[in-house]
């Protein structure tokens, strides 16, 4: 009994820091996946470095086209988009 009081400490501070460290950051995670796997053409996003422009095409090895100004186009890894500012509606 005495030897399982000396880790009661220990499972504590691990489910304190499992609640206020570790859970949160998965759901950050997860919420993130979401809104990169639901891009489509027409979405206003921010880069995580902080460049601002169009998704022209959305392509199956984890990258997009992202068009900057007119005419400008550059290829990006869907995982860096740090936020979507405007979604566009689902095409009918």
Do not use: W
Request: charge should be positive.
């Amino acid at each position: 009994m005495e030897a399982f009081a000396q880790f009661i400490p220990l499972i504590l501070i691990f489910a304190i820091m499992y609640f206020l460290l570790i859970r949160p950051q998965q759901k950050k995670v997860k919420e993130h996946a979401a809104m990169v796997g639901a891009l489509r053409r027409g979405d206003q996003v921010v880069t995580q470095g902080g460049l601002i422009g169009k998704v022209v095409k959305v392509k199956e090895d984890n990258e997009i086209e992202v068009e900057l100004s007119e005419g400008v186009k550059v290829r990006v890894v869907q995982s860096t988009i740090a936020q979507v500012l405007s979604k566009t509606e689902p095409a009918k």
